[in-house]
């Protein structure tokens, strides 16, 4: 039903920027919340933010809080991720993913999402 696309990922040096891009197919974008996770080698998949469909409120984990925005533009379709000061620890596969509802006790939480990208890798170098 709906069909993600990430952009934007590529080699950056510690403490510079990146703007990841994910564009949605439907006509109904503006009723999902959006989200972003990571996945390093060998870890777990990790909340990262998300945005909800009027894209007035957000939500971040810690270790990315002030230094990341998640942002949405509904007349296209498409939600993004400005990563700036990044660090070594941000390398990871990044994934864009959706869903029509979200509680606050699922926040955070990847089985949240019904809907999923191919990911988008990002290296951050030391």
């Known amino acids: 039903q709906v069909q993600l696309v990430e952009s934007g990922g590529g080699l950056v040096q510690a403490g510079g920027s990146l703007r990841l891009s994910c564009a949605a197919s439907g006509r109904t974008f503006s009723s999902y919340v959006m989200g972003w996770f990571r996945q390093a080698p060998g870890k777990e998949r990790e909340f990262v933010a998300h945005?909800?469909?009027?894209?007035?409120?957000?939500y971040y984990s810690d270790s990315v809080k002030g230094r990341f925005t998640i942002s949405r533009d509904n007349a296209k379709n498409t939600v993004y991720l400005t990563m700036n000061s990044l660090k070594p620890e941000d390398t990871a596969v990044y994934y864009c993913?959706?869903?029509?509802?979200?509680?606050?006790?699922?926040?955070?939480?990847?089985?949240?999402?019904?809907?999923w990208g191919q990911g988008t890798q990002v290296t951050v170098s030391s």
């Open positions: 993913a959706a869903t029509q509802s979200l509680g606050w006790s699922t926040r955070g939480r990847a089985t949240s999402f019904d809907y």
């Open positions: 945005i909800r469909g009027s894209g007035a409120i957000t």
